[in-house]
């Protein structure tokens, strides 16, 4: 009964707000035709937030794995900026913010389906050159984008009961308020600044360190660790306390559980396990154990988790690809401005397009394969491509972009290429390197077919025009897939894929799937040991994706994410006394600090790691930059001042 309470007043607020909405806009433009909804400076001023919040957010999931839906911040950024330059340019639309906030989220889309997989090709040694990687996104991003528009209508409209969208709910009513005259936007360049000013501080000018580590005494080589940063604290706030629990237990079952017990066991038996080199475990650092044992665990386990999560969205993929193969057999005309979408030859044009790029060029696919193995490659990642970007687009009606299996989905797409390679003979490391190029467009496809549906969603609240949207769209993905393709690149060479710095864990996933397949050359005891973990995981009703990545990343990096979760919590806990329950999805304040902590050190890690290329250098810091103890002291307080700030702001009212 309360579930379909629930859900009978989650309607209603949604009817409730497009009626409110189209009657000021009737009322403002009754042809509804004349609003003004689509310009040059709405387009420049996403594709500009496009690239920032996309290389943040490529730097956030190549550091943690964890990547974060933008659409909240963008539409809180977009409405306070043309807001704010009214007096400069003239009175503006709000479905012009719409249009901003639409083509910003293309970046954040076409940054999480990139560095899922092809930090794999760079593990390999292979090299991908910027074009390439640039292609791969650009055409995963635009095959995505083009094969939602025939899917539109029924979506966003004729299942507006059943699919609620929520982030595109909540960036609607955002728009909404801040355009009636909300503040919320402060709140997002507070946290652009803090999280760049300490990212200097760590980085460039290194007046204190950014790890923090104590073994445990009583567990051999046990070791807590916080990797004190604005952003991973900003995640965890994002995130919740649930998962970042579950993250936060794997890494202890790693780090004071199972890295104790191959201690104890590796000074009785006075031996090494592992074929990567004769070292005794009993001369192994935790970090050293962690390198050797428990990434091929955490491996087996974030492997183990993708499959188990296909395996229970089984039904909803199934219902999923009917429901969509069903609603492209049904042409629905409409004259109307706020139904109209991008003509059909768009769509044709663009397959097209990519065909034509991939089977006759060797841009995407490399110079070192042949046209049957490009022809191959294209088709598979056509019929995988259109497959979950329909999975995609529903399934992130019901949970948000946040939650959308991408991973799980370029898992399975891997699995199966390589299961055919595998038969057909194909397991060099030029088959290894063709899966995961068609894993990236497939992974870039899905991950921006959920976005683009929830920004309809919002514009159709709004009363946009969808044509225009699907347009602004594609803009966005072209102007910023060059840009995010030189961030992962940029990044990679200062800090490396699947260091400490950038673990990678996703892309490690797919790497380890192929290497699986088409190798057979991994430690099966430990893969299978860390599926057992997962398993597990699933039979006590904890999610295992979560579980897995907890397992898997340093726990260094998972610590400061429970602290975000924990400040979360108790937000929530100190609004509950002073009003009512906090919603879910909606935009507070504690929210867009986040926002702006994960924005503000992504983006100015990406421009330290640019100077070093430039300057051929680290940076070398400040001679009085504190090390040793003090210099953890000071680390460990600054980060105690950050928390504490983002509590006080997050148990503000809602905005």
């Known amino acids: 009964m309360k579930t379909v309470l629930k859900l009978t007043r989650t309607r209603f607020d949604e ?11 009737k009322a403002r433009s009754p042809d509804n035709n004349t609003l003004k909804d689509f310009s040059l400076r709405a387009l420049l001023i996403g594709a500009v937030f496009g690239v920032l919040f996309g290389g943040a957010n490529a730097y956030l999931g190549l550091k943690s794995g964890l990547t974060v839906s ?20 003239g009175k503006s639309s709000i479905l012009e913010v719409n249009i901003a906030q639409t083509t910003g989220s293309s970046g954040s889309s076409l940054a999480s389906g990139i560095i899922f997989t092809l930090p794999a090709l760079f593990l390999w040694g292979f090299n991908p050159s910027l074009l390439q990687i640039t292609l791969l996104a650009l055409f995963g991003g635009m095959l995505g984008i083009v094969f939602v528009i025939p899917l539109r209508k029924y979506l966003t409209v004729n299942e507006k009961a059943n699919l609620p969208y929520p982030e595109g709910t909540a960036s609607a009513k955002v728009i909404i308020a801040v355009d009636t005259g909300g503040s919320s936007a402060k709140y997002i360049f507070q946290g652009l600044i803090i999280g760049a000013v300490y990212k200097v501080c760590l980085s460039f000018a290194r007046l204190w360190p950014s790890k923090l580590s104590m073994l445990i005494p009583g567990l051999k080589k046990a ?10 604290l900003g995640v965890g706030y994002i995130l919740g306390f649930r998962i970042s629990a579950i993250l936060f237990a794997g890494g202890l079952l790693s780090w004071i559980g199972i890295i104790p017990v191959i201690a104890q066991f590796g000074d009785l038996m006075d031996l090494s396990m592992t074929a990567e080199g004769k070292q005794l475990i009993s001369d192994m650092s935790p970090s050293k154990i962690w390198t050797q044992y428990i990434r091929y665990i955490g491996a087996g386990a974030l492997s183990a988790a993708g499959i188990i999560t296909v395996l229970k ?17 049904v042409k629905l005309p409409s004259r109307d401005r706020a139904d109209k979408d991008l003509s059909f030859k768009i769509i044709i044009g663009a397959v097209i397009l990519f065909l034509f790029t991939g089977i006759v060029t060797s841009f995407v696919f490399g110079t070192e394969y042949g046209i049957v193995t490009r022809i191959a490659g294209s088709l598979t990642v056509l019929f995988f491509g259109f497959i979950f970007v329909m999975v995609s687009s529903r399934i992130v009606g019901l949970i948000g972009v946040s939650s959308n299996p991408t991973s799980s989905m370029t898992v399975l797409t891997l699995l199966c290429t390589s299961a055919v390679f595998y038969i057909l003979g194909w397991t060099d490391d030029l088959s290894k390197a063709l899966v995961i190029i068609i894993g990236a467009m497939v992974a870039v496809s899905s991950s921006i077919a959920g976005a683009v549906s929830q920004d309809l969603k919002t514009g159709y609240l709004l009363g946009a025009t969808p044509k225009r949207q699907q347009a602004s769209e594609l803009f966005g993905t072209f102007s910023s897939a060059l840009f995010i393709a030189f961030a992962v690149i940029t990044l990679g060479k200062v800090y490396g894929f699947g260091s400490n710095e950038l673990a990678a864990p996703q892309a490690m996933l797919m790497k ?4 699986g397949v088409l190798q057979s050359d991994l430690p099966w005891n430990m893969i299978l040991l860390g599926a057992i973990f997962a398993l597990i995981a699933e039979l006590c009703a904890i999610p295992s994706l979560p579980f897995a990545i907890g397992i898997y990343l340093p726990l260094s990096t998972i610590t400061p994410v429970f602290i975000g979760g924990l400040i979360g919590y108790f937000a929530g806990k100190e609004k509950q006394k002073k009003d009512k329950p906090v919603q879910k999805m909606k935009a507070d304040s504690g929210l867009l600090l986040g926002s702006g902590l994960i924005a503000g050190e992504g983006i100015t890690g990406i421009m330290i790691a640019s100077y070093v290329i430039w300057s051929q250098a680290a940076p070398a810091g ?13 680390s460990f307080f600054m980060f105690c001042l950050l928390s504490i700030f983002l509590f006080l702001m997050a148990r503000s009212r809602k905005l």
Do not use: C, H
Not at 313 to 329: F, N, T, Y
Not at 512 to 515: E, F, N, Q, R
């Open 15 to 25: 009817y409730q707000l497009r009626s409110e909405f189209m009657t000021d806009l």
């Open 70 to 89: 933008t659409a909240i911040p963008l539409a809180v950024i977009s409405a306070a900026l043309f807001k704010s330059l009214e007096r400069f340019w």
């Open 223 to 232: 070791q807590l660790g916080i990797e004190a940063t604005p952003a991973l």
């Open 313 to 329: 969205s089984l039904p909803m993929l199934i219902s999923s690809l009917r429901i969509g193969l069903k609603e492209l057999a």
């Open 512 to 515: 380890t799937v192929v290497d």
């Open 622 to 634: 400040f001679d009085f930059g504190l090390r040793g103890n003090p210099g953890e002291a000071v």
